[in-house]
Each structure stands twice: as C-alpha cells, then as structure tokens.
C-alpha cells in the first residue's frame, strides 16, 4: 500500500524545496487531474523502502492581497483531505509566528497524522525555534534541513511507523460501509465544496480470555435486532466492526467472527489467538480487558493488558459475572488490591463491576468508556503545565546523582491520543526512573488522568 503525504505550511518555510527534493527527477506534474487545484502539485516519492505521493501546497506566492488567509485555508484543507499524513513546516530560523498557529490550529482539527518539522534547522540557526515548535501541541518536531537535505532520515523515522499502521488500518477496514453520518462543518463561504469527512464513532474493542464472556457482553450492548441485521453477510475468519448508537454515544465495537460465531460452535474452548487480540487493541481507542470474576487477572488477561498499554490505548477493567458473586463487598476489595498489584502499569484505570448476562453495570461501563476516552484527548495548556512542573520540582527537587545538578525547565504537551509530555532538562538521562514516574503520578493526580497511558519524553535542553 501507498500512502500520500502532504507538505503544508505558510509560504517561504521551504516547502516547495522540500518537495523537489523528495521527488526528484521524477517529478511529476498532474495539475489537471479532476479535483486538484492548479495550485497543488502531486509527485511520487521514495523515501528509504517507503514509497509515496506526496502534495505540495505552495502556490500562494503571488498571493498577496488580503484573502490571502481564506486562499492558504482553503488549500491547506484540501491538501490535508487528500492526504493520509500532513507534513507540517515552520521555519526554524524565524520561530513559530501567528499564521504558523493558525495552520496549527486548522490541522489539531483534522483527523490526519501530523508531522511538524523544524526547517531550515541546518547549522545552529534553528535550535530555537526548533525549540518553540513543540509549543504548537502537534507531537515532537523534526529538524530538517530542505535544502541541504538533512534530517531526511529523521523524518524517514517518523514516517516509518505511521504507514505501518495505515496499513494495519487499510488491512483492518471493515467490508461494509459504515451507515454512520456525515459531518460536514459549516465553513466560510467562500469554501469550495469539500469531501465530507466521516464523523468518527468512538472506537471500542472487548477482550479477554475464553469464557469471560466478551460475546454475551458485546451481544447485550449491540440488542438482538441489531445482530440479526447487522453485516453478517461480511463474516469471515476476519474481524468486522459494527457501528451502532450506544446510549446517545456513537460506538463502533470490534467484533471477530470467531466472538460471533462461537454461540453457534461447538469448540467453546478455541482461543482468542495473539494475533486477534493484537488486531483489536490495535483497532481500539478505548480497550475494554473483561475478566471473569470466578478467575480474575489470569496470565491472558494481563499479557493483553499490558498490551493495550504498551499500544496507548485507553483501558477500563470490567470484571464480568458480577451477579453470580456473593461477597460483593470483599470481592472488590480484593479485586482492586490485585489490581494495584498485578497491573502498576495501569495504575489508575477505572475497575468497574458488570453483569452481562443481565446487563446490570452496563451503564457504569458506559460512563467509564467515556471518561477514559475524554482523558485520553485531553490536552493541557503550556502554561498550566509549566506552572504545574514548577510545583512539582519545589515539592521534591530532581536528585544530583553523581554531583550532576538536573535542571528541568519547560514542560509541554506534544500529542493526546494517549497524552504525550516532553520536558526540556539538563542530563535527561541521568534523570532516575522513579522521577519520570514521580511526575508521570503527578500528571495522573493533578490533571485527573485515569483509565489512560501516559508517556513522558525527556530531552537534553541542550
Ligand atoms: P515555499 O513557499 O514554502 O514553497 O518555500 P520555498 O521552497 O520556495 O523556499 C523559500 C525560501 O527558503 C527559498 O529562498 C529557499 O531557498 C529557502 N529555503 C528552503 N529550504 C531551506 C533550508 O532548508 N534552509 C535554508 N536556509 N533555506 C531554505
Ligand atoms: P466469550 O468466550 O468471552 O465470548 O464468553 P461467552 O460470552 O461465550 O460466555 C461464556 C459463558 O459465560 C457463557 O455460558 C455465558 O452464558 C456465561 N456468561 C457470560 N456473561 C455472564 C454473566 O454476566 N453472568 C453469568 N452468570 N454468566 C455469564
């Protein structure tokens, strides 16, 4: 599979060098494509073992009067619904300006995998704004050079895993169009008709080892009518993905014909295998790991746990069959100990209590889904972090090993989905776990943070 790469930004950052420099001699123009504006050029690129198209947005050059904004929205917007990952660049050497927020702001809205990068960045004329980039929120900058081809193989870096998982994603598209509607922003007038893009049901995949009772739970949420007249036609040994309405809350569940079929097979005892509970986490944004409370936090239970954390997924625990127990009260208890215990790494996620046989707990479940899925967007201002990290380094100052003094200076967000902080600090790798977890626990408390990984980068300030 191939994917299309577009090169976005205010005029001047270097685009249209950048993109000669990826497509080479090979440079191909189809400006007459239907659907391509005169002012968008497309090129096939190679890049490492990766092959792509990539869209240059330029062309605003000789746009200089005063609806110069409308036109670069306007053709950053298409660029970006033509393409699977945005290329996003500033000018190192300048900083990030006004218009450079507002291309900011226009790709935070889109459902696109953005990449900043820092150009011009050669020599050490960039440092800060390469610095200032990752104020923007958009994940962490790459520096790159254009024009004299450096951080080429940075970006390959990024590029590199995204178009696995758009592939896994391709690979993963269920075979029936989604009856999901379409959400069409209103925008200026001015706006050409746009693609709609699909309004995005909130992603939710349910595993667990055999018998737990993923079927009988997924069954209750979908309702009978629903599963009879759902795409069964599409079951194969692949997963599928049903997209319903769950309690005002568009969802869809991933489902795999194995969970389905199994009420009519005989082998009760086939395994959910690696590679299907892989595919769900990876298909997830909120991964429900259900357990039976007859036998709770098993080795498979865990091994997808921690799976679906090392995958960023948000995680609620839902221990099933919550009506055959009796000692409901010591139950939990024990539960949760276990939890702490068994799980640190998910230290945090919501444990809520289910029946789906009698479908009581499904609306705790509901609202847990929910919740964990809001704290896995959630984005913290640079300011509040700042102020944040500042009380957290009073409260119990850095240690200097080996006489090394750590100095933390600027903390920010660079990516939700799950949150993603980077702090600027002297001798980043002198700084000992337990901080990095001092402050991961800190984030957790003070923003209320559960039920979602949280990663924490820290980079040499230089
Ligand atoms: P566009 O308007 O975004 O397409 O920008 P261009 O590719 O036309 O480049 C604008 C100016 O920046 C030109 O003068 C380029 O030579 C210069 N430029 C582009 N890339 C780099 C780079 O990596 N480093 C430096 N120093 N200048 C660059
Ligand atoms: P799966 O293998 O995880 O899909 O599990 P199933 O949904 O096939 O359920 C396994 C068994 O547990 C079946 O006999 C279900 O009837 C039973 N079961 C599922 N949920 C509950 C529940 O909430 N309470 C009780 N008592 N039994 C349940």
């Known amino acids: ?15 249209s060098t950048l993109f000669n420099r990826l497509v080479g001699k090979k440079l191909a123009l189809v400006d007459d494509q239907p659907g391509v504006t005169r002012d968008l050029r497309e090129g096939a690129a190679r890049l490492g073992d990766l092959k792509f198209t990539v869209i240059d947005s330029a062309g605003l050059e000789d746009a200089t009067d005063d609806s110069l904004q409308g036109r670069m929205r306007r053709l950053t917007e298409r660029a970006v619904e033509m393409a699977d990952i945005c290329l996003f660049l500033i000018d190192a050497r300048v900083g990030v300006t006004p218009v ?10 889109k459902n696109a995998h953005v990449i900043v990068a820092a150009n011009k960045s050669e020599g050490k004329a960039g440092d800060a704004g390469y610095l200032e980039a990752f104020s923007l929120g958009l994940g962490e900058p790459v520096r790159l050079s254009g024009e004299h081809g450096e951080g080429i193989t940075d970006l390959l870096q990024v590029l590199m895993p995204i178009a696995d998982e758009l592939e896994k994603a391709a690979e993963d598209q269920p075979s029936f169009e989604p009856e999901t509607d379409v959400d069409v922003e209103d925008g200026d007038e001015e706006l050409a008709p746009r693609v709609p893009t699909k309004a995005k049901p909130l992603q939710i995949a349910v595993v667990g080892r055999p018998n737990a009772g993923k079927s009988t739970l997924i069954n209750k949420i979908l309702g009978e009518e629903r599963l009879l007249t759902g795409p069964e036609a599409g079951i194969t ?3 599928i993905s049903l997209a319903i309405d769950w309690e005002g809350t568009p969802v869809r569940i991933f489902d795999t014909a194995g969970m389905r079929k199994k009420a009519r ?8 295998s690696v590679s299907d509970g892989l595919r769900a986490v990876r298909f997830a944004e909120v991964v429900v790991v259900l357990l039976d409370v007859e036998i709770p936090f098993e080795q498979q239970d865990l091994r997808i746990a921690d799976l679906a954390e090392r995958e960023g997924r948000a995680v609620v625990i839902a221990v099933n069959k919550w009506d055959t127990e009796d000692h409901k009260q010591d139950k939990l208890k024990e539960l949760r100990e276990a939890f702490e215990r068994l799980l640190p790494q998910l230290r945090g996620a919501p444990l809520v209590t289910v029946s789906a046989k009698t479908g009581k707990g499904l609306d705790r479940l509901h609202g847990a889904i929910l919740k964990a899925h809001e704290v896995w967007n959630r984005r913290i201002s640079t300011a509040n972090l700042n102020r944040w990290l500042a009380g957290m380094l009073e409260q119990h100052p850095p240690p200097a090993p080996g006489g090394k003094r750590i100095k933390m200076r600027y ?8 949150p993603a902080f980077v702090v600027m600090t002297s001798y980043p790798e002198a700084v000992p776990e337990s901080y990095s977890r001092y402050l991961i626990n800190g984030l957790r408390m003070d923003f209320d943070m559960p039920g979602t990984p949280i990663r924490l980068t820290l980079r040499d300030q230089g």
Not at 265 to 272: C, F, T, V
């Open 1 to 15: 599979m191939t994917f299309t790469l577009a090169i976005v930004g205010r005029p001047n950052v270097g685009k």
């Open 100 to 109: 450079d927020e507002v291309f900011a702001d226009i790709l935070r809205r």
């Open 265 to 272: 097979i005989e082998d009760k005892l086939e395994k959910m």
């Open 411 to 418: 903390a920010t967000q660079v990516k939700t989905r799950p």
């Open 237 to 239: 040994r692949d997963a």
